[in-house]
């Protein structure tokens, strides 16, 4: 009986798909019926923030939806670690005058993933470390996000030789877009230590950085400070997957206009995303941000000779998302300054695929490009 309701609420909702969901040619039908799914529940127990009556980031409306909006993403903390061979933990930095700085946040968690097999191989080699930063908008989320579950599972498949540790960063809008910059970036200069590489056996020649939507944002920004002069740290690669990038100058573009009414993430809601992230910073820290000024090449604090510096890249972008432009212009920067950096479609790059924001980080399908990236990066 249970199963026959399940499989007329799914005709059903295939049907209503059909005739009443505002339909994108490039999606696949499949995935509008997904994400038809997701949206009717966001409407219906979410009531998201950016459906309130006023925009305010302060208004009760907005502060009752962004409780209900954390609660939902924070369920992902709750996604069991099954499967052999994988094992995972929860480390607190910067809370010890070794490694501390005030600028970050307290005894801030770092969710490591590690192979049950390196752990007990007697001539243990050194690992790769790929430190990853969560999606969310800089809003919501957390380091246990559900796909780095996934990506480590796929990587140390077929590497037992490295560390996945994903930073729980500050979100907005309790705290300013820089301070999710300086906890990400304190975390990198943590892994770089001395102490720490011997510790957890690094080899600090392999480390890569990476994060999905906001996270590839983070993943792009954290990038570019270890290439400064200043910083001088050096990573075989970063990852940014449907980067989450400008704020400015991408309103307008054809990917915002063309892909408005997305249920998965459409153009109102990441615009709110953007409006909370900023809610605590200046104007003129907003007009400065740094990424839309890459986006733009003007006003930079990042100049042409640290984008030439910049480690080689992956950026997967997806064709129906709204964020699609922004991804593309970022790497068009980077191949006129650095021929090594390579753009990845979705569209072309799966063989089972779906070409919009939320579908990109459903299917594990995915994600198999990545890591063949990551594993072939000597």
């Known amino acids: 009986m249970a199963l026959n309701t399940c499989c007329m609420f799914v005709v059903a909702i295939a049907i209503f798909a059909h005739y009443f969901v505002p339909y994108n040619s490039n999606i696949p039908f499949t995935n509008n019926i997904v994400e038809l799914t997701f949206s009717i529940f966001e409407n219906l127990y979410i009531q998201p923030p950016w459906t309130c009556p006023t925009i305010n ?42 490694i501390y700085n005030s600028k970050v946040k307290l005894s801030m968690p770092i969710v490591l993933y590690e192979s049950t097999f390196y752990s007990t191989t007697t001539t243990r080699k050194k690992r790769k470390l790929l430190l990853w930063f969560h999606y969310g ?50 975390a990198l200069k943590y892994f770089t230590s001395p102490s ?96 839309a000024n890459l986006l733009k090449l003007e006003d930079s604090k990042y100049d042409v000779e640290i984008i030439k510096q910049i480690s080689d890249s992956f950026v997967a972008t997806a064709d129906s998302d709204v964020l699609y432009n922004e991804g593309v212009e970022y790497i068009q920067i980077l191949n006129q300054y650095n021929s090594s950096s390579k753009i990845i479609s979705s569209r072309h790059h799966h063989e089972i695929y779906f070409t919009t924001h939320l579908g990109s980080m459903i299917y594990p399908s995915h994600w198999a490009g990545i890591v063949d990236f990551i594993i072939s990066k000597k």
């Not at 209900?68 to 992902?76: E, K």
């Not at 796929?154 to 960063?169: G, P, Q």
């Open 57 to 98: 980031i302060t208004s009760p409306c907005e502060q009752r939806a962004l409780e209900r909006l954390r609660f939902v993403f924070n369920l992902t903390k709750y996604i069991p670690l099954w499967g052999l061979g994988i094992q995972s933990k929860t480390i607190y930095v910067n809370k010890d005058s070794g």
């Open 137 to 186: 908008g800089y809003v919501v989320g957390n380091a246990k996000d559900g796909l780095i579950l996934q990506l480590s599972k796929m990587i140390l498949e077929k590497d037992h030789n490295f560390l996945i540790a994903s930073v729980d960063y500050r979100l907005a809008p309790e705290y300013q877009q820089e301070d999710s910059i300086n906890d990400c970036f304190f």
């Open 196 to 291: 720490v590489q011997k510790k957890y056996n690094l080899d600090v020649t392999n480390y890569f950085v990476g994060g999905a939507s906001a996270g590839g944002g983070l993943a792009i920004e954290i990038a570019l400070k270890a290439a400064a002069p200043l910083n001088n740290i050096k990573l075989k690669a970063h990852l940014a997957i449907v980067p989450m990038l400008s704020p400015y100058g991408s309103f307008q573009s054809h990917s915002y206009i063309r892909n408005a009414l997305n249920l998965g993430l459409s153009t109102q809601s990441i615009l709110w995303y953007w409006k909370a992230s900023l809610y605590r910073s200046s104007e003129s820290a907003r007009s400065a941000h740094t990424l």
